[in-house]
């Protein structure tokens, strides 16, 4: 693959040295990547696919490329990322997945200008793995070093609030063929569907969630409020 591919509205196919990434996670693991907003990932040459807005894009233009990745006769399965007008609790997950396989978990802790984690566990086969992708998640967090006073309150915090059950559930990185990913888009409370290309392979892909609150343009949310206790 070229160093310097052209952008596909479709494929969304980017050199990660173009995009910064919030969020991001390539799929593949059992349980991947944590990172805040404000923390960009790791320059890299290497091109590759990606699921999710860029970082300064206009979001009505990331919805109008991902109705746009759904366009198509064939029946090849594609990874799919799958975005929510709002935040779902874990228990809602396989409904919202409408018996598509669901391979990645989004979850972030929504708090008025305090940046959190976003969390992206990957899950195995099955509702019960996907429902407590939230434990996951708040496992993971509590396992992250932090560098701070500031940044050990928002950990204990998003711990706290996973645990709890809160509506925490920002995205699902899905598997299905065209028709059924076009079925899922029409389905209420459901944002967009952005679907890779066929050729995607699992874990060469990167996922930068379109959260259920983003609005106008792709941004890093303000970190300059209080932490609340609980």
Same mark, same amino acid.
């Given at each position: 693959?070229?160093?310097?591919?052209?952008?596909?509205?479709?494929?969304?196919?980017?050199?990660?040295?173009?995009?910064?990434?919030?969020?991001?996670?390539?799929?593949?693991?059992?349980?991947?990547?944590?990172v805040a907003f404000g923390e960009p990932a790791p320059v890299s040459p290497v091109a590759?696919?990606?699921?999710?807005?860029?970082?300064?894009?206009?979001?009505?233009?990331?919805?109008?490329?991902?109705?746009?990745?759904?366009?198509?006769?064939?029946?090849?399965?594609?990874?799919?990322?799958?975005?929510?007008?709002?935040?779902l609790t874990a228990p809602q997950i396989p409904a919202a997945a409408d018996g598509l396989?669901?391979?990645?978990?989004?979850?972030?802790?929504? %708090?008025?200008? %305090?940046?959190?984690?976003?969390?992206?566990?990957?899950?195995?086969?099955?509702?019960?793995?996907? %429902?407590?992708?939230a434990d996951a998640a708040a496992g993971l967090i509590a396992a992250q070093q932090v560098?701070?006073?500031?940044?050990?309150?928002?950990?204990?915090?998003?711990?706290?609030?996973?645990?709890?059950?809160?509506?925490?559930?920002?995205?699902?990185?899905?598997?299905?063929?065209?028709?059924?990913?076009?079925?899922?888009?029409?389905?209420?409370?459901?944002?967009?569907?952005?679907?890779?290309?066929?050729?995607?392979?699992?874990?060469?892909?990167?996922?930068? =969630?379109?959260?259920?609150?983003?609005?106008? %343009?792709?941004?890093?949310? =303000?970190?300059?409020?209080?932490? =609340?206790?609980?």
């Open positions: 693959m070229p160093a310097e591919p052209p952008t596909e509205a479709s494929g969304r196919r980017f050199p990660l040295r173009n995009a910064v990434i919030y969020g991001a996670a390539a799929i593949g693991a059992v349980i991947l990547l944590v590759t696919d990606r699921l999710g807005p860029a970082t300064g894009e206009q979001i009505q233009q990331y919805l109008d490329d991902a109705r746009d990745s759904l366009f198509g006769d064939d029946t090849d399965p594609r990874w799919a990322l799958v975005s929510f007008t709002e935040y396989r669901v391979s990645g978990v989004i979850q972030h802790v929504p %708090v008025d200008r %305090v940046q959190t984690p976003v969390v992206t566990v990957a899950v195995p086969a099955g509702d019960e793995p996907a %429902v407590k992708s560098r701070d006073a500031r940044s050990g309150e928002i950990a204990r915090l998003a711990e706290s609030r996973l645990r709890a059950g809160c509506a925490c559930t920002a995205g699902l990185v899905v598997r299905g063929t065209l028709p059924q990913l076009r079925d899922l888009a029409t389905r209420s409370g459901v944002r967009a569907v952005q679907a890779l290309p066929a050729d995607a392979v699992a874990g060469r892909f990167a996922v930068s =969630p379109l959260l259920p609150d983003s609005a106008d %343009v792709v941004t890093p949310t =303000p970190d300059d409020g209080p932490v =609340p206790s609980e």
